[in-house]
């Protein structure tokens, strides 16, 4: 499935071909606290796969809990989360984060990992039902 993305300020532009089969939401608190989120949704594409069109990425090298090194690419004026990688030789796979895909709405994530970080949490097919003295929950 062909793709394309951009930051919140638009300096950072890019396309890319991803497997629509391949996505996944991470509770893992990494990404928490790189996301500024509960969790975050990544979908995948190989190191060709990617074209940067536009803007120049700023590189955050973490280190996971495991010692492993994984560089974070992000838009430098905005800091849009924009994909994550390997270090070291390729070839790679770069793990875009879906929030900055146009097409985001089409990418359904198919699983969930590091869930240990969710706690307990009540899951629902649809819209929550509230009852007329329960707390409004809308979104
Ligand atoms: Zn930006
Ligand atoms: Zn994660």
Not at 23 to 34: E, G, K, S
Request: glycine share 8%.
């Amino acid at each position: 499935m062909k793709i394309d993305g951009r930051c919140h300020c638009g300096y950072i532009t890019y396309e890319a071909d991803i497997d629509p089969d391949n996505n996944l939401i991470c509770h893992c608190t990494d990404c928490q606290t790189l996301s500024g989120s509960a969790f975050r949704v990544v979908t995948h594409t190989r190191e060709d796969g990617f074209r940067l069109l536009s803007g120049e990425l700023k590189i955050y090298v973490k280190t996971a809990e495991s010692g492993n090194k994984r560089p974070q690419s992000f838009c430098p004026e905005c800091g849009t989360p924009i994909y994550a990688t390997a270090v070291g030789a390729g070839p790679k796979v770069y793990a875009i984060r879906v929030g900055s895909i146009r097409q985001r709405d089409q990418i359904v994530p198919l699983a969930q990992i590091w869930s240990r970080s969710v706690g307990s949490m009540q899951k629902f097919e649809k819209q929550l039902q509230i009852d007329q003295t329960g707390p409004a929950t809308s979104t």
